[in-house]
């Protein structure tokens, strides 16, 4: 081996381990927390607005995200809210275990009701609440972790770098966490948020023991905080590449967030899941993350990242639609591995293309203006997902309203692929590393 090659380092090791601990405690809590609304209320809409609540500050908060992550170190930004997050979840952990002792498994599933808990509104306010301020948190910490990667692993390293992060972050978010949540909320509804409290802070500890500096160079007469937004914005506006892959990429998200708004009732009344089953669902997330975080650069490199976009864009569709289609949660499994794949394929070209080809110094706000397209469409698309299950229902049945989300999301995920076929292509891709030399987009 090359002796001056370059390697992953320390830093990154550290930075693997943060992500791996506290996708650990998000993979919990992703059966955690709908499984607990499932247990407070039945109404389609209402469980769809938690979601909501989440991803509304993608919409209201990105774009200052990005001008605070390029002002200050990100190290310190990201580990900051891993403690405020830790805090927060305790929080909730104990809203739980003092408000939620008289909260049932969810029975009744044919009649759409549930056990009808004594605090309902108080506990519905403390997950209304805690998914707007997580919201916040994640936006800020995102984004800001986004930017790190290019400060400790060198260039021609990211996307096996991003990759191996991705794949880790799948095992445990989408494995290992979905599984010992869904055990142990049997035991108790209040012990999966304190066992997610414990992952922030031990995250948070190792993104603080991160040597080095992670604060971008500013110019001395740098633009005020709205003027540094715009500076942003208009950076990604004039790559007709970026901008075109942010959009379509908002619209993907919004028709997932839509079919999996009410997931959690189609798992219950459909696929007729308890939580033990809902969190063995979701390792399929998980194998099908691994499996794209070791193939993702080798399909990039075989058979191009554009054809590798446009395979990521028809059979998520698929995907969709197969899900919507279907009552067995066998077939369900295979879907989700299958989307997961794709998706971790789609996530590996594209966010190492935008470490590589944003400047430093603009890389925060930048990214901050992409994701403000790409998740900013998130609760859009989860209003409509419970607002087209509660009317469907009203109108026909309430099989085919759990199930219409998924077949409407799979139609419009068709409609980007032809969008998307004169720009996403590997020739412009291409074309943009080529230019990103003078760091000026055209």
Not at 148 to 163: F, H, Q, R, W
Not at 317 to 323: D, E
Request: proline share 4%; no cysteine; charged share 15%.
């Amino acid at each position: 081996m090359d002796k001056s090659e370059p390697k992953l380092g320390h830093n990154y090791w550290k930075l693997l381990t943060a992500s791996v601990v506290s996708n650990f405690g998000d993979g919990i809590s992703t059966v955690a927390y709908p499984w607990l609304a499932s247990a407070v209320t039945r109404d389609p809409l209402q469980i769809a607005l938690i979601g909501v609540a989440t991803r509304i500050p993608w919409l209201v908060f990105t774009l200052p995200a990005g001008v605070i992550a390029d002002r200050v170190d990100r190290r310190k930004l990201v580990g900051w809210t891993d403690t405020f997050r830790f805090t927060l979840t305790l929080a909730v952990a104990t809203a739980v275990l003092l408000l939620g002792r008289d909260l049932t498994e969810p029975d009744s599933l044919a009649s759409g009701t549930a056990g009808g808990p004594e605090h309902a509104g108080l506990l519905l306010a403390v997950l209304y609440a805690s998914a707007l301020l997580f919201g916040f948190a994640e936006v800020l910490r995102d984004n800001a972790a986004q930017t790190l990667m290019p400060s400790i692993v060198d260039t021609s390293l990211l996307e096996k770098a991003n990759g191996r992060l991705w794949g880790s972050e799948m095992v445990m978010n989408s494995l290992l966490g979905p599984v010992l949540g869904g055990l142990i909320i049997a035991v108790a509804f209040s012990l999966p948020f304190f066992v997610d409290a414990v992952t922030f802070a031990v995250s948070a500890a190792l993104l603080f023991s991160l040597r080095g500096s992670f604060r971008a160079e500013q110019a001395e007469d740098r633009p005020s905080f709205v003027g540094q937004i715009k500076e942003g914005f208009g950076w990604l506006w004039r790559h007709r590449l970026l901008r075109v892959m942010g959009i379509i990429l908002g619209v993907m998200n919004a028709m997932f967030s839509m079919a999996l708004a009410t997931y959690v009732l189609f798992v219950q009344e459909i696929l007729e899941l308890d939580a033990s089953r809902f969190g063995l669902l979701m390792t399929s997330g998980a194998l099908g993350g691994v499996a794209a975080s070791f193939t993702a650069s080798r399909v990039s490199r075989t058979i191009g990242p554009g054809a590798s976009l446009f395979l990521t864009l028809l059979g998520s569709g698929a995907t969709l639609v197969f899900t919507g289609l279907t009552s067995s949660w066998i077939v369900v499994w295979v879907m989700f591995f299958i989307a997961s794949f794709l998706a971790v394929l789609w996530n590996v070209i594209t966010v190492s293309l935008r470490q590589t080809i944003i400047p430093d110094a603009l890389l925060g706000r930048v990214n901050s203006v992409y994701r403000f397209f790409a998740w900013g469409m998130m609760p859009l698309g989860m209003v409509a997902g419970g607002t087209m299950v509660a009317l469907v229902e009203a109108i026909w049945s309430r099989d085919l309203a759990l199930r219409m989300p998924f077949l409407v999301g799979g139609a419009v995920y068709a409609l980007l692929f032809v969008i998307a076929l004169p720009v996403l292509n590997t020739r412009q891709i291409e074309q943009a590393k080529l230019d990103a030399g003078d760091r000026v987009p055209e």
